[in-house]
């Protein structure tokens, strides 16, 4: 499994545009690039998942390079209830389902 | 369509006590897994059910932990006895399959202390 290195923590105020990056140097061909957001005394849930170029969907988009080294979660116009810890998670389609989380990015939006 | 649930919410015990957690997940997915979430770190996976076979255990402290899923639905998670760093939140979740590319859907998680 592909081990990934997101930054620990970050910060942003109100109706700005984040950015977190996810560095997955070793991914492999079937990898596909999942991301969880998880607020405070909840399960993790399910934002975007994606394999190259670009996905959007309501809520976010995902950024992956050519070279699939690294991947960008961008979230555009936060708000305060986009306070949360971020999960990037690299795994293989066709490979059994194994989520296997790191720290994750605390993101904490300020008025 | 309503989401995995799970009982207790909350639950504090003495150490050496017994404890069960229960998880009732989505109709129809035949994957289930049970995390624990330690404060301050990212859910580590304990078990993983594909419908009431075990996949993956490889995490589980089987000398005090044990689970179960009869009839490839309902699963339960115990911890007989409970140590001081048993004390964590025990996250349920399921899919729809057992590919990575199959969304897991979470529970909101029981809260265990142990004093």
């Known amino acids: 499994l592909a081990k990934t290195t997101q930054p620990i923590s970050m910060d942003s105020y109100e109706g700005q545009e984040v950015n977190i990056t996810c560095s997955h140097n070793?991914?492999?061909?079937?990898?596909?690039i999942t991301w969880y957001q998880q607020f405070p005394s909840q399960g993790p849930r399910f934002i975007i998942q994606g394999y190259k170029t670009k996905v959007t969907n309501e809520v976010a988009s995902l950024f992956i390079p050519a070279d699939r080294k690294s991947s960008t979660l961008s979230l555009p116009r936060v708000s305060l209830s986009d306070t949360a810890v971020y999960y990037c998670?690299?795994?293989?389609?066709?490979?059994?389902?194994?989520?296997?989380f790191g720290a994750g990015t605390r993101l904490a939006v300020h008025p | 369509e309503a989401g995995v649930a799970q009982s207790p919410r909350y639950k504090i015990i003495e150490k050496r006590q017994s404890v069960a957690f229960w998880c009732n997940p989505i109709s129809g997915h035949a994957t289930l897994y049970w995390y624990q979430q330690i404060l301050g770190q990212g859910p580590k996976l304990l078990i993983q059910?594909?419908?009431?076979?075990?996949?993956?255990d490889s995490q589980l402290p089987k000398d005090r932990f044990s689970a179960e899923r009869l009839k490839g639905v309902d699963s339960t998670l115990k911890i007989q006895p409970a140590k001081l760093e048993d004390s964590a939140v025990y996250l349920c979740?399921?899919?729809?399959?057992?590919?990575?590319?199959?969304?897991?859907?979470f529970g909101p998680g029981t809260r265990l202390t142990v004093l």
């Open positions: 979740a399921s899919s729809l399959d057992r590919d990575f590319t199959d969304t897991q859907y």
């Open positions: 059910f594909q419908n009431n076979g075990v996949v993956d």
């Open positions: 998670l690299v795994g293989a389609s066709g490979g059994y389902n194994k989520l296997i």
């Open positions: 070793n991914i492999a061909t079937n990898d596909y």
